[in-house]
């Protein structure tokens, strides 16, 4: 028999998990904000300035890094809202819960993931 998710319990878990992400990348945009400030000191030395070149493409790295996360986790809420949530994108599989646990925006089973990840 096929147990059924409590999806209430994931529903939550992805919602904590929004909040900590959301909170990190707060915490992390200000401290990249006062790194701005210091390096903005030195904006005439052409070696700083292509380092702050590569700190600020760092930091749009993140941005996106995050952004992609919270994509993923308000595409879980919705799987949760129309109950198609914990099947993989892939196989259509069930995705352990395990791994949901773990991971509650996951989108593939781990199996899938390996497969993807190999190649
Ligand atoms: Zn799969």
């Given at each position: 028999m096929e147990q059924k998710l409590d999806l209430q319990k994931y529903k939550k878990l992805l919602l904590n998990e929004r909040d900590r992400i959301e909170l990190e990348h707060r915490v992390l945009s200000a401290s990249a904000a006062e790194?701005?400030?210091?390096?903005?000191?030195?904006?005439?030395?052409?070696a700083d300035a292509a380092?702050?070149?590569?700190?600020?493409?760092?930091?749009?790295?993140i941005d996106e890094n995050y952004r992609e996360i919270l994509d993923r986790i308000s595409d879980a809420l919705k799987k949760i809202d129309n109950e198609s949530y914990?099947?993989?994108d892939r196989c259509g599989k069930a995705i352990h819960?395990?791994?949901l646990r773990a991971i509650p925006y996951a989108?593939?089973?781990?199996?899938?993931?390996?497969?993807?990840?190999?190649?």
């Open positions: 790194e701005g400030y210091e390096l903005a000191d030195y904006d005439n030395h052409p380092s702050d070149t590569y700190e600020r493409t760092k930091d749009l790295a914990g099947q993989c819960p395990n791994r989108t593939l089973c781990i199996e899938c993931q390996e497969t993807l990840e190999r190649r």
